[in-house]
């Protein structure tokens, strides 16, 4: 077993490599240059652990993890583009610096490029992994359009944004860690329940990203606090709050969404607090993370085998005292 | 043999359906409508004839042709937004009606799809054609990136442009061709041979596309002439007269591309025909069709066999009298 820390060390390697020929240089560069720039590569290691769940990493695991993370980062490449933003991983996005023409093809290109790696891997179960990474790339694309057919949406309800959010990051998470799994030569049974780990902590992981956005400590949480507050995003918490605020706090709320005063964030945090969001936040942050959890223990192989995917949410999730 | 008009009417009948869901209807509603507005399928058809060039026509090459169709889309949808298109097909463009986000999202989705549609053939030869796809897909963004990068390029050479303009377009129907035939059971060195006859139809294709706006009858091109000319876009004509006029005629042509006069196209395709352009273009893409027949007529079946494709390069290729 190599475990977390090694599994991220090994891909680093792996990826550690020009994805794309030289030219056309006004094509390539900008994609070889933006991979480089790296991210956390969570997806790829959660690949390697399904597979190490069940057996030895075999090198079929490590192209599957560069097509997931090609896959990624083209996706990146594209809601960037879509949302118009001006900086990604603390650098101009691709768009901004290369025009938008060419990070939307580079775009193009990266998702080509995950399915030439997908391709590399043994005949006997290519259908079965393309299959599954075609679903969730599709399912991926279905998410991040309700992302953006929610912006304009004053009902979103939570049972709507949970469908939103599970497309949107979830499923890659889960479907990472069954191709793995695939790979691994786990049974079906065992590939659903790994698959429902992953899914379940993905919504675990949104809950607490969410979360640290509104009540996060700035030091820790590396970026602005309120973001989403003052953007109106909708997010569990805003959703929640709607949806619990009675009286005096519910007509506060409302006033809020309307205007962009400079205690903005302070006084909805002020509703938030007084409608429990924080704790009720907490709360679904644990229970999904049961769920997740709970799945992993059904999973028929013996406990020290889990150990890597335990110190995965750990590394995840930080969990309540 | 069912020839080419039945093969274009059992496309059509095979490709009428819904191909998304009906959630989102935000993304999926506007590719219907797109996909259903048509085109000619003539990549498609050329699968089905590729296919049946070697036996009878297998469902696999069904699902193939879809895919190719949907992919052929995705890359007229993207290639829109990045040319800032109004108009397709007589119609406003998909970013033009839904906007520039679900246009772009939508091509992402087309795309995978397309990967769906692969993904249901024989596992025998999926790996083949996934392989011949997926190298294809690059090498079309290649060709767009390049005729991206020649607008701003006063050097292009016709090396340069037949390089584009193959990666752009022939690599695609040449593709089509051989992922029929690889159905169809043909032997590698056939493959090849049908792949060389669509890559050279398809440039003597695009060589009488380019000539076609300067020289065209404008009731039967369908579209106002000199288009070319006035938006001083490379092609076959404009790259050979720079390299091949001398004198005043040299002169006349570098001082209209720096100009928008009333003129412009009739003082350009004069100089153009005391260049001969217009003579050396025919002969280009004679030499071109040739070649591509050629190709075609090495191919070891029966030449009864090969009538379909003989009149496929008829429907596309006007032959000189």
Redesign the interface.
């Known amino acids: 077993m190599q475990g977390l820390e090694n599994l991220q060390l090994s891909f680093e390697t792996y990826f550690a490599h020009r994805h794309f020929p030289s030219?056309?240089k006004?094509?390539y560069d900008p994609l070889e240059e933006f991979l480089a720039n790296g991210g956390k590569r969570i997806r790829p290691v959660m690949c390697l652990l399904g597979n190490e769940l069940f057996g030895n990493v075999h090198p079929d695991a490590y192209h599957i993890s560069a097509a997931i993370e090609l896959f990624h980062n083209f996706t990146l490449v594209?809601d960037d583009?879509?949302d118009k933003a001006p900086l990604r991983r603390g650098k101009p996005t691709v768009h901004q610096v290369h025009g938008?023409?060419?990070a939307?093809?580079g775009?193009?290109?990266m998702?080509?490029?995950a399915?030439?790696y997908i391709?590399r891997i043994d005949?006997a179960y290519?259908?079965k992994v393309?299959?599954l990474f075609?679903r969730t790339?599709?399912e991926v694309?279905?998410g991040?359009?309700?992302d953006?057919?929610f912006e304009s949406l004053s009902n979103v309800t939570l049972s709507d944004y949970l469908t939103m959010i599970t497309l949107k990051t979830s499923v890659l998470l889960a479907a990472s860690l069954q191709m793995g799994a695939i790979v691994g030569g786990a049974s079906e049974g065992n590939q659903q329940l790994i698959y429902s780990f992953g899914k379940n902590l993905g919504i675990a992981f949104q809950i607490q990203d969410d979360y640290l956005d509104a009540f996060g400590d700035p030091l820790s949480f590396g970026k602005q606090v309120g973001g989403d507050i003052r953007s109106n995003k909708k997010t569990f918490l805003l959703i929640h709050a709607l949806e619990a605020a009675t009286g005096s706090d519910r007509e506060q709320l409302h006033a809020a969404l309307l205007e962009n005063t400079e205690d903005k964030v302070e006084r909805v945090l002020g509703i938030y607090k007084r409608c429990g969001v924080d704790v009720w936040a907490e709360k679904l942050k644990q229970d999904y993370l049961n769920r997740a959890l709970h799945s992993l223990e059904e999973i028929a192989v013996s406990a020290s085998r889990k150990q890597s995917l335990v110190a995965l949410s750990h590394y995840l999730i930080k969990r309540e005292k």
């Open positions: 030219v056309p006004t094509l594209h583009i879509m938008e023409p060419t939307l093809l775009g193009d290109v998702l080509v490029a399915y030439e391709n005949a290519l259908k393309l299959s075609n790339a599709r694309c279905e991040q359009q309700l953006m057919d």
